[in-house]
């Protein structure tokens, strides 16, 4: 009897403890350069500097058992004091796999100020990232 207790509690912290690299919500990293292997950015930024080409890396939460299949995805790009004006709009393709989506900005034409990027599912505000160009 007892040896059954323990060993139930030993599953039971085995299973609390586990971290099962699952993404547990959408993301969106900006910065400069990518890990080939985890297609994560090295060292994501807040404060960018406009003369360089950024990555912008979206990180996608699993869809687990009865959540539908997000049929769109769609990043928007604007400037914060006008988030009306969208300057950029990128629709994502999305399918059984998808788990992530990656695209350069260069930002040569686009003013030093504070940018806000929006992550959108099926035309719901998922996530939205802040940034500065310097």
Same mark, same amino acid.
């Given at each position: 009897? #007892?040896?059954?207790?323990?060993? #139930?509690?030993?599953? +039971?912290?085995?299973?609390?403890?586990?971290?099962?690299?699952?993404?547990?919500? /959408?993301?969106?990293?900006?910065?400069?350069?990518?890990? /080939?292997?985890?297609?994560?950015?090295?060292?994501?930024?807040?404060? @960018?500097?406009?003369?360089?080409?950024?990555? *912008?890396?979206?990180?996608?939460?699993?869809?687990?058992?009865?959540? %539908?299949?997000? %049929?769109?995805? *769609?990043?928007?790009?604007?400037?914060?004091?006008?988030?009306?004006? *969208?300057?950029?709009?990128?629709?994502?393709?999305?399918?059984?796999?998808?788990?992530?989506?990656? +695209?350069?900005?260069?930002?040569?034409?686009?003013?030093?100020?504070?940018?806000?990027?929006?992550?959108?599912?099926?035309?719901?505000?998922? @996530?939205?990232? @802040?940034?500065? +160009?310097?």
């Amino acid at each position: 009897m #007892i040896l059954f207790i323990v060993l #139930i509690s030993i599953v +039971f912290i085995f299973f609390i403890l586990k971290d099962d690299g699952e993404i547990k919500r /959408d993301n969106i990293e900006i910065g400069y350069k990518t890990n /080939d292997e985890s297609q994560q950015i090295i060292d994501p930024q807040n404060k @960018v500097d406009r003369n360089k080409e950024l990555i *912008v890396s979206t990180h996608f939460k699993g869809n687990l058992g009865k959540e %539908k299949q997000n %049929k769109r995805f *769609v990043l928007k790009l604007a400037n914060i004091k006008d988030k009306s004006n *969208v300057l950029m709009e990128e629709t994502i393709p999305n399918d059984e796999g998808t788990s992530g989506y990656e +695209f350069k900005i260069i930002p040569g034409k686009l003013s030093p100020g504070k940018y806000q990027i929006s992550l959108y599912r099926d035309n719901n505000l998922s @996530v939205e990232k @802040v940034f500065t +160009f310097k």
